[in-house]
């Protein structure tokens, strides 16, 4: 199973504000983290990466500096600031908002409630 | 393949995909590092698991993707880097090329503040500008060429021989315009006023081959720097037009008459002040935009030739002779002006090497019917001139009809050859540049020669 493009797209801006939230990174440190927490299932590019975090940077919610790690190669390490962490508190209450909606209409995995369609002006 | 081997051969692959990756305007040498980081880090991971140092590569790079897709990518988010901007200041990374355009924008605002200046010192000593066209209609270039001559020649760093030359020149354009005391209603001091802007423009193209005044390309730069002068020129006229609009539309609505303001502040020293700058926009410019002038004659030969064969098919079929008054002539002239820049842009913007296309056979036609046109022209008029004698005018539009004509028709049959093969590119080009003293020669003529000759008239 591979998760439709839309909503790789829709979760990407909160995906990356969430792994920055963890602590700096640079972009394919990203990437394997996001393969890391999906399992492999939410296939991402370069090329929507790379772009998005241009993005985040534009809008401020993250700052961006060329550092060589000791022992390592001169990376750009992304950073999420005052901004960025507010911007991902409120996509994570959207986020939030939809899981919970979606969670009432589907039944869980432990729950065998019948999927009954209840006809139009029926109810009460 | 030893280890140092592989690593090498590594190196030299992330070398070339460099260079595929510089070539995307869309990706800045920020960008390459950072994707390169981004490989590299593929790499490592995939020669870990156990594949050899190029299996790697080959897997890491196609993981990343085309570049096609990358680029469309990242031209989503910076959409501005299609758009090449016109840095005034240089760069903020280089310090010796940002200097360098700071002191050019100085010098240049210099310039043409002295250009705008020195348009209204003659009103020192009593001359009106909206009165005394006598002196103004020959003296404006006067005004306007030796600032950008100087500019252009301190840009070029000129040797103290070829400053002397072009003081001269200039000097002795003053003389021309001013010593034979032409009046306001002679023919000669309309032609004056024609011809030595055009002597004077090929002065500032002196100044701006500056050592190497022999050499082809150098002139070619030269026919380049006139065609976008000219746009940008245009394009400022338009603005300060519309600028004159809203000073006009806005003063008079509280009661204030800018017209005495407009006519001789605003008008004369923006005119000349930009001939300096569109200058010095030519040259900021360079290799930032594409040039316009290639463009728009690629618009307009094809458009401009079917105009000429449906007029040479008009006057064959109707059997009409052409009337051919003082005006026509000057049109017909003109239309050779205009050819002759169609044919001059598309050469200047043309591939030396590449063989002869479509587009080559197409300004054949067009030179070939605006040259059966003019031979119509010039039948008629020299049997005029045989009837009713000749006037100023008459001899400076006939004269210029037969450079243009003998141009043209070397033009159309070194064309020809190169159509079909026998004559490579260059000698066109050549031929065109070294034209170019001639049109200077004749200017300097009928500035110099014809009022004395035609007793003032």
């Known amino acids: 199973m591979k998760v439709a493009k839309d909503l790789v797209a829709a979760s ?24 890391e927490l999906s399992g492999g299932e939410l296939a991402w590019t370069e090329g929507l990466l790379y772009p998005l975090l241009h993005r985040l940077e534009r809008l401020g919610y993250v700052e961006s500096s060329w550092q060589s790690v000791t022992g390592e190669r001169r990376r750009k390490y992304y950073r999420i600031n005052e901004k960025g962490l507010a911007e991902l508190a409120e996509q994570r209450r959207q986020w939030d908002t939809v899981v919970d909606a979606l969670k009432e209409i589907w039944p869980g995995r432990g729950d065998h409630r019948p999927l009954t369609a209840i006809p139009p002006g029926c109810q009460a | ?96 090329a940002g200097a360098r355009s700071r002191r050019d924008l100085w010098v240049m605002v210099l310039c043409a503040a002295g250009a705008a200046a020195s348009v209204k010192v003659p009103e020192l000593f009593g001359m009106r500008l909206n009165e005394d066209g006598a002196f103004y209609g020959p003296n404006f270039s006067l005004f306007a060429l030796p600032w950008l001559a100087g500019f252009i020649a301190w840009r070029r760093q000129a040797r103290r021989p070829l400053i002397a030359i072009l003081a001269a020149l200039f000097a002795l354009g003053a003389v021309a315009a001013n010593v034979y005391q032409l009046t306001e209603t002679s023919q000669s001091v309309v032609l004056t006023g024609i011809h030595l802007p055009i002597a004077l423009w090929l002065v500032v193209g002196l100044s701006y081959v500056a050592d190497d005044w022999r050499s082809s390309r150098r002139r070619m730069d030269f026919i380049r720097f006139t065609g976008e002068w000219f746009v940008y020129f245009v ?40 001939v300096v700058v569109a200058g010095w926009l030519v040259e900021a410019k360079q290799g930032v935009v594409e040039n316009i002038a290639p463009v728009l004659t690629r618009l307009f030969t094809p458009l401009f030739t079917a105009v000429l064969l449906a007029f040479l098919f008009a006057v064959v079929r109707t059997r009409s002779g052409i009337d051919v008054e003082r005006e026509a002539l000057i049109l017909f002239d003109l239309m050779l002006v205009v050819v002759l820049g169609l044919l001059l842009y598309s050469l200047s913007a043309r591939d030396p090497l590449a063989p002869a296309g479509l587009f080559d056979k197409l300004q054949l036609a067009l030179v070939l019917s605006a040259l059966a046109i003019d031979v ?64 200077a020669v004749w200017a300097w003529i009928v500035v110099l020669v014809f009022p004395p000759l035609f007793s003032y008239a």
């Open chain 2, 235 to 274: 394009l400022i006229a338009l603005g300060g037009g519309v600028l004159m609009a809203f000073m006009f539309g806005t003063f008079e609505a509280i009661g204030i008459d800018p017209e005495q303001f407009v006519s001789l502040w605003l008008m004369p020293c923006g005119a000349v002040a930009a």
């Open chain 1, 12 to 35: 990407a801006t909160p995906m990356v504000l969430g792994i920055l939230a963890e602590g700096q990174s640079y972009g394919y440190a990203i990437l394997r983290r996001i393969n």
């Open chain 2, 376 to 439: 119509l022209v010039l039948l008629e008029i020299t049997q005029r001139i045989t009837e009713f004698g000749t006037t100023p005018n008459k001899a400076a539009a006939l004269g210029e009809n037969v450079i243009l004509l003998a141009n043209l028709a070397w033009s159309a049959l070194l064309l020809l050859r190169f159509t079909r093969r026998q004559t490579p590119f260059a000698a066109l080009e050549r031929w065109q540049t070294g034209y170019l003293p001639v049109y």
């Open chain 2, 1 to 96: 393949m030893t280890a140092r081997e592989s690593h090498e051969e590594l190196a030299a692959q992330f070398a070339q995909w460099r260079q595929y990756v510089q070539r995307r305007r869309e990706l800045q040498p920020a960008d390459a590092d950072e994707l390169e980081d981004h490989l590299r880090d593929s790499v490592d991971a995939l020669v870990a698991v156990g594949l050899s140092a190029d299996e790697a590569f080959l897997v890491a790079v196609k993981r990343m993707g085309s570049l096609d897709e990358l680029s469309r990518e990242f031209a989503r988010e910076h959409s501005e880097r299609l758009w090449k901007q016109l840095v005034l200041t240089g760069e903020p990374g280089s310090t010796a």
